[in-house]
Structure formats: C-alpha cells, structure tokens
C-alpha cells in the first residue's frame, strides 16, 4: 500500500510478503544503534490487514443549491424543496496507517523490533517516535557512531534529533574522549537539562571532562563509570555533585579509599552505590555520614578483595536501612561476617552471597532465622553450602528468587527441603553436578514457580524437560 506523504511524495510501500516487511533506506546513521532493556516481542504480527473496501464517489450529477451551499435544505434547480440528502460516510483511513491501532500494536514489540518498523513508513515513525515507547531504556552510542564522514574527509557529528524526538532521558556512551563528550552536550537538544542518566564505559574520559559534563548537564542524578581509567579521585571531588542519587563504578583502576571519601562527603542524598574496586579497604566503609544512613538503601560491593568482617561491621552500622545487599566476590567474608548482616540489617529484601568461598551453611542458618523480609537470595559458586544449608533455607516463607548456580555439594535430598517453599517462583540450579533426573523431577511439586534454570545440569535430560512441559505448563524452563 502507498499513501501519500505530507509534500505529496509518495510513502515507502509497508506490503507483507512471506511474513517480512520490504524496508525503505536507512534515514540517518544512528537508527541502528542498540538499545537496552528490550521488551518481549510478539512474533509474526501482520503489518497491513486488508484494507476495507472503496467506497464510490459522490454522484455529481445534480447541481446543489444555493441555499445548500448555505447550509439549508437541498433542491433540485428550478424544482421544489426536498429533504437533504445524506452525504457519503466519511472515509477511513487504511489499517495499516490507524493511529488508534498502531499505538495498541506496537506496544508488542521489543525496542530493537521498534528501531526497524519506525523505517517502514512516515506514518508508523510518527506514531512510534512517541517517548512512551521508549521509556525506562537506554541508548548504546559507540563513539564510531557519533561522527559522519564527509567526503572530503572531514568528520561531522550525528543528527541526534531522532531520539530527541523519543524523548531518551539516558545514554550509554562507550569508547568516548572528552572532546566526543563536549560535542554529544552541543549536540543533542536535551543534554542540559533533559538527560537523567549517564553512563560511560571505556571511555578515555580525564578529570576534567567528568567536571565538564556534569557541570554542563545539570539533569543527571544517575552516573555510571565502567573501565574509565584516565579520571582520578581528584576528578570525583571536583566534579560530583550533591543532586546524584545513583552512582555505579567498576574497573576504574584509580579508584581507592579516597574515592569513597569523596562519594561519602559530596553525595548526601545518595541512594544506590555499586563499587567494584579492588583497592578498597574497610577503612572506606567507615566513612559514609548520618546523612547517607537514612536515604541510602542499595548497596553493591562486588570483587572488593580486600573487604573482611571488619569492613561488613562498618557497612551495619554506618547504613541500617539497607534493603539490598551484595558482597559478591567479596571472597575473605566468612560466617561472621553474614552474622552480623543477618543481626544489623533486618530490612533486607535481597542478599547476594555469590562467589564467598568461606560461607557455609552455618551463615544461612543466620539467614533464616533473622532475615525474614528477605525475597532474594543469591548463593552461586559458594561451594561449601550442602543439602543442610537448604534445610534452613526451606522455614523462610518470603523467598521468592534462589540462585543456587555451581554450588557443588547441592544433592537431590537438598531438593526435597525446597519443596517446602511455597513462596518460591524462581530457582536456579544451573551447573550443580549431583542432581539427577530423579531428584529434579520432584521440582513439579511447585506449581507457582514461575522460571526454573537448569543449564549445565548432568540431571537435565530431553525427557526431563518434556516431563515439566506437562506438569508446569506456566514455568519458563531454561535448558
């Protein structure tokens, strides 16, 4: 179907064919760019139903009158008046251009899906350039993508005005210099003030471009800096600022105590921190303020090498309204340490264990018995929990999610205390070699259970899998 633009041009033909879409022309460098967060898709959706049949044209053949034009009665020239005669019903447009329908259709697909149906026709951009579509994800911008090259050589930055348009409040902005940055903030309409978030991944960005940029963009509370090594702890102190509510930062080699200080100091209505710094000692867990204990709730340690109890001390009491937790990788955490989590933190709706080679099943012992809004537990890798550690694990009637991937020592009997847990709607048991198709089959037990991981299961046979199909048909089973 061909429907007529707005200067009269044609439009690109959206005509099904085989189940695929003929797409016109790419209309700009950055359609294809990634976008995070996608949605679940519905396969196979006809694009353009038949459209509904043509209605003749009004006959022409008796003149109106002037008293008609006028808004009265119609009558024949030189004839008697008559009652007026219904006009034609008023057109339709097509299906495959309804607004009405396509904002109810589109909403079916994910966000990469919606990238390429936005280039079938002017009509579908207009309805999918809308930002409702759009909310809550996240533009992924190489810095390759950021320039055109004209032909004499020369680069020219992007039009960016497609995804002003979708109204993005957040942008990942990978391989990146200063200099890419500063263009990005002159160039795109919204950076000011309309971008909420902004993440950089291994980007060459220095100090003074991080001061650059969140001085510039005055709308950023959500920052995140991954494998930025060029920016300094000098650079976190000249540059954060107290309106930033979320903060994640990883593989930055220059990152230590000090940087912990600045974040403590400068950062008072914080509410999620994510540090993965090897350097970090539990000095730095001491110096969050009074301030940072009442607005802060998530906390993410992951692969803080250096972290032992003493720093898990300072975490409880510097933090108390804690509701989530992760000490992954923490890897000198011991017992004690989960202990006084359990004691200190009985906010806690998710606790992440994963990769703690010296907790055992004495730690979810604590769990169990203090932690009784916990929904999420996360337990991968941690090798020395057995089928006694699941026993304590079956009284917590609030569990909703248990990882239980790689955990080497997990044997069928262990299955049977989880049984108990009614709560439960994800499990996973990814890689755990003791299980067999018996033990696992058991699992039919918990028809609530709304996904279920068995990747790299001995157990997980062809068979079993047809066996759960049967008996939990609404469980999402990963092979």
Known sequence: MSSPGVNGDPKPPCLPRNGLVKLPGQPNGLGAASITKGTPAAKNRPCQPPPPPTLPPPSLATPLSRAALAGGPCSPAGGPASAAVPGPPAERPPLATDEKILNGLFWYFSACEKCVLAQVCKAWRRVLYQPKFWAGLMPVLHAKELYNVLPGGEKEFVNLQGFAARGFEGFCLVGVSDLDICEFIDNYALSKKGVKAMSLKRSTITDAGLEVMLEQMQGVVRLELSGCNDFTEAGLWSSLSARITSLSVSDCINVADDAIAAISQLLPNLAELSLQAYHVTDTALAYFTARQGH?????????????????????????????????????????????????????????????????????????????????????????????????????????????????????????KHLLAMRSLRLLSLAGCPLLTTTGLSGLVQLQELEELELTNCPGATPELFKYFSQHLPRCLVIE
């Not at 692969?303 to 001390?313: A, D, K, L, P, R």
């Not at 998710?350 to 010296?358: F, N, Q, T, V």
């Open 295 to 415: 607005s802060t709730h998530t906390l993410r340690l992951l692969s803080c090498w250096e972290i032992t109890n003493h720093g898990v001390v300072n975490v409880v009491h510097s933090l108390p309204n804690l509701t989530s937790l992760s000490l992954s990788g923490c890897s000198k955490v011991t017992d004690d340490g989960v202990e006084l989590v359990a004691e200190n933190l009985r906010k806690l709706r998710s606790l992440d264990l994963s990769w703690c080679p010296r907790i055992t099943d004495m730690a979810l012992e604590y769990v169990a018995c203090d932690l009784h809004r916990l929904e999420e537990l996360v337990l991968d890798r941690c090798v020395r929990i057995t089928d006694t550690g699941l026993s304590y694990l079956s009284t917590m009637s609030s569990l909703r999610s248990l990882y239980l991937r790689w955990c080497c020592q997990v044997q069928d009997f262990g299955l």
